[in-house]
């Protein structure tokens, strides 16, 4: 829990008086809600039939015999429903807006895991549900929109400032400082102004709760838990048992994109061109440049790709109890085919990042202890930007003829087959 | 102390918007019309107490790049052509607190800046931007919501300061402002401070200003100026100034005077 919304010199409430009600309120009801066993239970309930609660952790038998060393475990969050560890706090914090009597949620996404994740929580609880979306980020992830709309949900285009995840949490903002009276901001990762770091750490920290009684079951010794980190949400939630058994090694996993040039990458942690700042209304390490503006980041996954990092695990890291590290693209790439191949699991290309320091770290560690990866994800979602590296003709044909057919007009069955492409499809 | 024929305006721009020399003469303009003060923003790329008018100036200035040092050059140029004319600069904590507060109020006190306004510093956890005003003569403005619960309205004012900003609608900048009940009430809790209000946000044209000019010390402007900019700009930047220059200044005019 953070000390009046700071976690060592990182944290707060840096925000414009037009939202401190909203905020300050939120807060209260929060810190009534975690008392009150009628909620707990309720969300209890809410995690094991509607997220599908506990996510198995899963021995990685193949992958640690290829691999050599220590024994690699996987937290199977991407079992959680809609497909990643988000679904958690949105179906917490959902739940708690109901409680407080709100009547409508607004959320920000930018690949629209979050976005996805709050649209079924909403559908779930009955609450209208309007998501703000970058222009740039609905045109690349098309599926997620598709989904949310499915779901119930608005999605609305955000097509001030950059178009993408930040200005669509302006956006979000903006609509919360008019709208607090019957609307919950639900923020998707732990960050922003306080109580979001400590309302989010909460509701994901199922994760880590579940972790320590699955270790004490299997009889594991860990040497390490590995998660990846963009603002932070899985890491912390995965982290949250452990911050005190000292004897474990916490690693967080950042985007290295393309390499260690500046922009090229999401790096506030383990480099050196982060400084402290004050962005979206919090303190903590951020990726700006001499003046203070926003740097561009960049990364193949995009829900690492932020230029920020949640306030607890930045105090976290600058006391040593995390240890940071950078993936690159290639790395985590490396790591998705990897586990696919000898494990028939799919990581989401953050989730990716994790998997490919885990396999590091347990070659240089002996076989008595275990290495354990939070899979904060699948790979479902990831198809439009993973296939078109794995296999670029195949997929460029399939698009092609798939958009040709809806031209047309045409049924599946009466379509034109692929196989004239140049790919060795089955046959 | 004004003239009764005239409303205190606080005129605002966008520091280097569409470009450097044009917004100097918008600044112009704007003193021309009758404008008392600016307010002037320095971009930064998230602007979350902004509208998405002013949101949208500040991207396209950062486009084509504008450095803090730029916005000192700015400035500067103003002051020494209008030294009458205090200007205020807006802007948000990132810029503030990277460079480090006191160099920051250091950097534009020197070109004649003399008050700050940065609403993501909350003035009872400002990082010590007031003292680092006061320390150089200056005055850090608190920005104040009609939402704020009473225990804090008053906490604001026992903190006595010389201007308080009064963002007059629950959202945020550029939505249209009808000046309602609930707003006059929240102005009267400052009425008898010995603060100088600064009543802003949503200000469109005469009507509005003439409501509220009895409440405020004066009256903020700024996204009424800035959407006339953007639309004549990014319409036609070759043919673009004199329209800018003229709607600006026309506008100023229709906001300062009383009819």
């Known amino acids: ?427 | 102390m004004h003239n009764q024929n005239k409303i205190s305006l606080m005129a605002h721009l966008v520091a280097g918007y569409p470009t450097q020399n044009l917004a100097l003469k918008v600044a112009d303009a704007l003193i021309e019309g009758g404008a008392s003060y600016l307010e002037i923003q320095l971009p930064f790329s998230d602007p979350s107490a902004d509208g998405p008018v002013i949101q949208t100036a500040c991207a396209k200035r950062l486009e084509l790049g504008y450095s803090t040092q730029e916005g000192v050059d700015f400035i500067k140029k103003i002051h020494e052509k209008h030294p009458e004319t205090p200007i205020f600069l807006m802007s948000y904590a990132s810029l503030v607190y990277t460079p480090g507060i006191e160099n920051f109020v250091t950097m534009f006190k020197e070109v004649g800046v003399k008050g700050f306004i940065i609403p993501d510093l909350p003035f009872d956890n400002d990082e010590g931007m007031r003292a680092a005003c006061e320390k150089e003569g200056l005055t850090f403005v608190p920005v104040a919501a009609p939402s704020m619960s009473v225990d804090r309205i008053e906490k604001l004012l026992s903190y006595d300061f010389e201007f308080i900003y009064a963002a007059l609608r629950a959202g945020i900048t550029g939505s249209k402002t009808t000046i309602e009940k609930e707003t006059l009430q929240f102005l009267n809790y400052f009425s008898k401070s010995p603060s100088k209000i600064l009543g802003g946000f949503g200000i469109q044209n005469a009507e509005q200003a003439f409501q509220l000019k009895d409440f405020v010390h004066s009256i903020v402007a700024g996204s009424v100026f800035v959407k006339k900019i953007i639309q004549e700009y990014e319409k036609n930047p070759q043919d673009a100034e004199d329209k800018i220059v003229n709607a600006t200044r026309e506008k100023a005019k229709e906001l300062s005077h009383t009819h």
């Open chain 1, 1 to 427: 829990m953070s000390d009046d919304g700071f976690f060592g010199r990182f944290g707060g409430k840096y925000v414009a008086e037009i939202l401190r009600r909203p905020v300050d309120e939120l807060e209260k009801a929060f810190n009534e809600a975690t008392q009150n066993t009628k909620f707990l239970t309720e969300l209890k309930l809410l995690q094991k039939n509607f997220i599908g609660r506990p996510t198995p952790l899963y021995f990685a038998e193949n992958a640690s015999r290829e691999n050599g060393g220590a024994p690699i475990y996987i937290k199977m969050e991407g079992l959680a429903h809609t497909g990643a560890h988000k679904i958690n706090n949105a179906v917490g914090q959902a739940l708690l807006a109901k409680k407080m009597g709100k009547t409508r949620i607004i959320a920000e996404t930018g690949a629209g895991q979050h976005g996805l994740a709050t649209a079924a929580a909403c559908a779930k609880l009955n609450l209208k549900c309007e998501i703000y979306m970058g222009e740039v980020d609905i045109r690349r992830q098309q599926p997620n929109v598709f989904a949310m709309e499915m779901y119930g949900a608005k999605v609305i285009a955000v097509k001030s400032g950059s178009k993408t995840l930040k200005d669509a949490i302006n956006e979000a903002m903006r609509d919360w400082a008019s709208n607090f009276a019957d609307t919950h901001y639900l923020i998707g990762s732990a960050l922003g102004p306080a109580p979001f770091p400590d309302i989010v750490r909460f509701f994901q920290s199922v994760i880590g709760q579940e972790l320590e009684e699955q270790i004490q079951e299997q009889n594991l010794k860990v040497e390490a838990l590995c998660a990846c980190v963009g603002g932070g949400s899985n890491a912390i939630g995965f982290f949250s048992s452990f911050i005190e058994q000292k004897e474990i090694r916490l690693i967080g996993a950042e985007a290295g994109g393309l390499g260690p040039e500046p922009n090229h990458n999401a790096v506030r942690m383990s480099g050196t061109a982060a400084k402290d700042g004050i962005v979206h209304g919090y303190k903590s390490r951020f990726l700006l440049t001499e003046d203070g503006q926003i740097a561009q980041t960049r990364s193949i996954s995009a829900g690492l790709d932020y230029p920020g990092i949640g306030p607890q695990l930045a105090a976290l890291g600058s006391e040593a109890r995390i240890e940071f590290t950078a993936i690159t693209d290639k790395e985590a790439l490396e790591a998705l085919a990897f586990f696919a191949k000898y494990e028939g699991i799919l990581f989401a290309l953050e989730s990716a990042h994790a998997g490919a320091i885990a396999l590091k770290i347990a070659k240089e560690t002996p076989k008595d202890k275990v290495v354990i990866i939070n899979m904060s994800g699948r790979g479902d979602k990831d198809i439009f930007i993973s296939s078109p590296v794995f296999r670029p003709n195949e997929w460029s044909v399939f698009l092609q003829s798939e958009l040709d057919r809806l031209k047309e007009g045409l049924d599946i069955h009466d379509a034109k087959s692929l196989s004239s492409s140049p790919s060795k499809m089955e046959s």
